[in-house]
């Protein structure tokens, strides 16, 4: 009699057994399994939150592959990507080069999880996920490969984690820790369940629509159909919370809440820009924040509440820090814009200054006026005033330039000495999270560290590129040359009647 | 900004990934798809403090191995699989498979299994799910602590054949539980794997070989040792068994598992060949961690014989033809099997 799925599954998933011939402890250590605590009969509660045969798999993937490629090499023939509006493509440069190895390091934690996980009903899941993201990794190098000719930033898809560029360092650091360091019980609270199950659905979701918008379809297409991977293996991370809700319900909430925040900050820095600033404004679907409050916020919630959990203790922060932290990141990277390997569009023409107010009420206030002066110097020609002369200070844990986590009205230092070392934080949120295991974070260095320490060389901004694997082919530069500031310089000269004068950068 | 004239993008295209260097020709589809993506080389191998636990793994068990390698990206899987055509080739390979459930079943093979046969698939076929799930374990080891991406994707491909050997094999379990209740079937796996003498050398070389973290030592009792002595012994050896005990639907499913196992044997003897290559010193390196792992070897491919043989000549003819064939798969890597 031929067989369904759910007839032999039970069976596939028997394979433990007793170790005679090593200690169980060995074979699998708590510093990889996470188990630490948590009774081993526990783990028998463990059920996949989806089931999938090899057999399925192959024949779905293959399908979805051959999709994929064919709609890639008939628009890269087409041309459609020299067509895209320069601010949009800066986005998908963004994300191929902070995206393609953090999908390859994947590999490597359902890597671990396929080893060292306390349940072999996980360890064959990640098979799955292993070879989900090596399919995503391959993707993003060959959609950026294919591009190279158009565009030499595609290079850093497979270059970035191989420089020391200051903002891939921050993704790295977060991804090191959460993916490669991280136990399986933490890795999957930290990465399955609060980044890929929430906060990659504003890249694979918003992004993929925002691009569709901007007619970058071959991109949209592959974020789409990466999510379809990503919803999937993305669940592994609930039957784990499970486990622990049973068994250390204390220890769940303090890895979702630690998670949840330095997700925050980092995607503030990845796709908060990249929505509101890098897409063309009649081409947005939603804001950031939207996206984020119906997408990530709500839905994080609705976890909380499910599982028994209390929301993190800096709600509130974090409410305020959604409202201003990726307007301060992209000032921030605008301004150390010969820092990046994109070219970042300043997105404060009137229009989209209207559609940020409306969208960010506090926005003028808190951000306005700084990009005033920014203006104000551009049309002075004063362009030495709108560049950096060093690198900003930045927070011993996010990596992110202290000062960027609210707006400039909450600018209120957070110190503090750990064996003898000072540490800065972006935030108080920042520094709770060191403070709860102050080793795990306290030996790493920030790229000022290095700078002060002396292996930046020569010891200035030029030092800092070149040590960042900067070029002039992919240095940043504001995408459209400051044209934008030039309705506000008319503005100036009407309002002055003397200021005809006056040059206009990038003229 | 959608109101002024933008500036195209300079163009100063790349015909390919800048990091190749001047390669002399175009690189292949699966070179640009899987070259230098391992991001760990630094010290500290992990953007993080030096001590944290993914550091000080990789420190110990990575980077204080033996191999002397100039340039692990060097390594070029001799399949040259990438994802795309791993699905699409095991995506056939699972058509076929599916195909001989659906011929066989309509011509009520099961039920007309022979006993012989039934008592082979019972001790020797059944209970490989749970070896099948230990060399799940130990290719995912070789695949996260690989020092190059290209070695590392070949083992990704390696891990997820041996889900697929543990879901045909509980699939045939299911099958044969039904047609045949009260053989143990389904039931009886785990008391054999865990207490038949012959299944014990294997699982010690498998359980030990979990233990093995040095990555160096883990790619020999992997690569070498383990996954071709169980896979020689529990695929071939035990289909060419099947097959003449007129389980004619088991061997010939084995027989399609063996292609991944061949696959494997290339990547691994592939592999030793680079190493041995890479440095006039690796040679005796891998001959020290081989010459550790094969009596364990030898002690399974003796016992394990014994699972299926039909009789003592049919013994040592497995073992024979086994050590033959694993013998021939290491003085292919360059190194020589020590003698039983």
Redesign the interface.
Known sequence: ???TRD???E??R??????????RA??FPA?WTGADGIPEKAWDAWEEPFRV???D???L??EK?SGV?AVSQALVRSGTY?KL???H?AASHLHMGTTC?VE??A??MQ??M??FAPT?RW??L??FG??DE??H??LD??FS?DL?????RF?WA??A??TNEWGV?AV??FF??IM????CVEAAMATSLTVEHGFTNIQFVALAADAMAAGDINWSNLLSSIQTDEARHAQLGFPTLQVLMEHDPQRAQQALDVAFWRSARLFQTLTGPAMDYYT???QRKMSFKEFMLEWIVNHHERILEDYGLAKPWYWDRFLLSLENGHHAMHLGTWFWRPTLFW?P?A?V?K??REWLREKYPTWEDNWGVLWDEVIANVNAGRMDKTLPETLPSLCNLTQLPLGSAYSRHELAPHQLTYNGRLYSFDSEVSQWVFELDP??????RTVVDRFIGGEIQPMSLEGGLLWMGLTP?VMGDD???Y??A?EYAALVETEAGTLAGVPVAGE | ???????????????????FGNLGRRPT?YE??????N??AGSPA??????????V?LREHRDGMRFVVPSWDAFRDPDQV???S???M??DA??Y??GL??QF?ADGHDAALPGGALDVLAVALAPC??L??GL??LS??V??LAPS?FV??AA?FQ??D???R??????R???LA??HPGLGF?TGE?AA??EDPHWQPL??LV??A??EYDWDRAVVATQLVVKPVADLLLLDALAHRLGAAGATLDALVLENLAKDARRSQRFSVALARFVVEADPGNAAVLQEYLDAWAPLGHEAVADGARLFAADEDDVARVRASVTQDWAGLVTDAGLRLPDA
């Open positions: 009699m031929l067989l007839d032999w599954y069976l596939s028997d394979v433990d057994w007793e170790l005679d011939h090593v200690d060995t074979a510093n045969s090899y057999r798999y192959v024949r993937q293959r592959e490629k020299e509006d320069p601010g493509v190895m390859y390091m590999v490597t890597s671990r396929c080893r072999p360890r064959s990640g098979v292993m070879l090596t399919r990794t391959q190098l060959r490969h190279l000719k158009h565009d030499p290079d497979q270059k984690f191989h360092l790295k650091n090191d820790d490669l360091s991280a136990d063309p404004v009649d070219k569009n997105g023409s229009a989209e080793e795990r974070y306290a030996g790493h082919e995408v459209y040359q044209a934008w030039r | 900004m959608t109101n002024v004239s933008a500036p195209r993008p300079r163009s100063r295209g790349l015909k390919t990934w800048s990091s589809e640009v798809l899987t070259w230098n993506m991001h760990t992990l953007e993080l403090g030096p001590d944290v636990n993914g550091n793994w990438t994802y795309g791993y699905v699409a095991q995506d699972e058509t498979v599916e459930l659906a079943d799910r749970f099948g799930h799940q374990m995912a080891y695949q996260q991406s590392a994707t990704t891990t997820a041996q889900l697929r543990v879901q045909t094999l509980a699939y379990t299911t099958q039904r047609a389904g785990r794997w865990r699982r010690r359980e030990l979990l233990v």
